[in-house]
């Protein structure tokens, strides 16, 4: 009997699971991508999502698919202000991979079709190591902002 009810079990976890990734997924359609400054027609963020924040300084193209676990944020963290302009910029038609991560407190630009493999990491922020006596997570971070186009270079260049 335990191990019908471990197979039922798994079974019903599997379609679970099965059934969330194919209708949790975050569509230009679903009161989720209305958050968003913009989200094209025709693209989706994968389920399940590990962070997500700062939708309303987000902009996502048409046809562009993100990767599930990623995560996607705009801001030091969620409830912050980051004024009229957004921060995030994917273009259309791009593809990011899953795991990846895109970290923006500035600018991160990211033109049309561009393509990333799995767990990427994209940030416009990092520590600096201007000064060799004093430890890296100590010296106050440094923002610049990122543009990442294709060959045909459709991203602004900054």
Known sequence: MGARVS????????????????NAEIRADSKAARRFARFGAGSAIAFPTATLYGEPWIEIGVHTVLGGDMTLAAGMGPDYDL?????VRIGSGCAIG?????VAHRSVDIGD???TGPYVYIT???HSYANTEIP???QWPVDDPVSIATAA???RTR
């Open 113 to 115: 079709h561009v393509y």
């Open 98 to 102: 899953r795991g990846s991560h895109i």
């Open 153 to 155: 270079g459709s991203a």
């Open 124 to 126: 416009d922020q990092n």
């Open 83 to 87: 004024g009229p302009c957004t921060v």
């Open 7 to 22: 197979r039922l079990l798994s079974w019903i976890i599997r379609s679970v699971w099965s059934y969330a990734r194919s």
């Open 136 to 138: 890296v997570g100590l």
